[in-house]
């Protein structure tokens, strides 16, 4: 059983204590419910099914996740790779590319006006957003996009794509605390793919 995380730490700081715990990386899922499983008081304890919570406890931890990486990087202690799927502490000499990095992701979390200006409408905007690409004649792109295997140089081949779904499934699973929303998105773009990849 492990201790409470101390409240008057903020929740860059939980973060980047929780990270040490995973030196292999873990998902924002994980993350998500190791901070609650702790008492954190910086995130909402609230049922993330709840689309407007779900965005609000993400943009809260990438919030966090975004200004621990730029103190690691100011203090020249290590690099923080962030992705949904895997969010890990990296020794600066294995960082790579990444250290150099300046995403408009970072641009857009660091900014708490897109939290507080959020509205459950605006979340359903970006979901449909997403669905409109889906649609149109970026479909491919967007579902490589949501399968997060655009990052790679290689070409994904069929039997990578069935690996990363079953992934995605079990870590987006209602059943297992995710979102319906996003698990139709996911069963949406293994669709797309298939037709592309057989």
């Given at each position: 059983m492990h201790e409470d995380l101390d409240p008057r730490l903020d929740l860059a700081?939980?973060?980047?204590?929780?990270?040490?715990?995973?030196?292999?990386?873990?998902?924002?899922?994980?993350?998500?419910q190791q901070l609650k499983a702790r008492h954190s008081s910086h995130i909402p304890q609230l049922d993330?099914?709840?689309?407007?919570?779900?965005?609000?406890?993400h943009f809260l931890l990438f919030n966090a996740l975004y200004r621990l990486r730029q103190r690691l990087a100011e203090l020249g202690q290590s690099q923080l790779h962030i992705s949904p799927t895997c969010i890990r502490l990296l020794p600066l000499?294995?960082?790579?590319?990444?250290?150099a990095e300046q995403d408009s992701l970072a641009s857009?979390?660091?900014?708490?006006?897109?939290?507080?200006?959020?509205?459950e409408q605006d979340v359903q905007r970006l979901m449909?957003?997403?669905?409109?690409?889906?649609?149109?004649?970026?479909?491919?792109?967007?579902a490589i996009e949501l399968f997060e295997l655009d990052k790679s140089d290689e070409q994904p081949t069929l039997a990578v794509i069935k690996q990363r779904y079953r992934q995605l499934v079990s870590l987006h699973h209602p059943d297992r605390g995710g979102s319906t929303a996003r698990l139709q998105s996911i069963n949406k773009a293994m669709e797309i793919l298939n037709r592309y990849y057989k």
């Open positions: 700081d939980h973060v980047h204590l929780l990270l040490q715990e995973f030196p292999a990386g873990c998902s924002e899922y994980l993350l998500i993330i099914k709840d689309r407007l919570v779900l965005f609000r406890t000499e294995n960082a790579g590319n990444a250290v857009y979390y660091l900014n708490m006006d897109n939290l507080r200006n959020t509205t449909m957003s997403f669905w409109s690409r889906m649609q149109g004649g970026d479909e491919k792109q967007a």
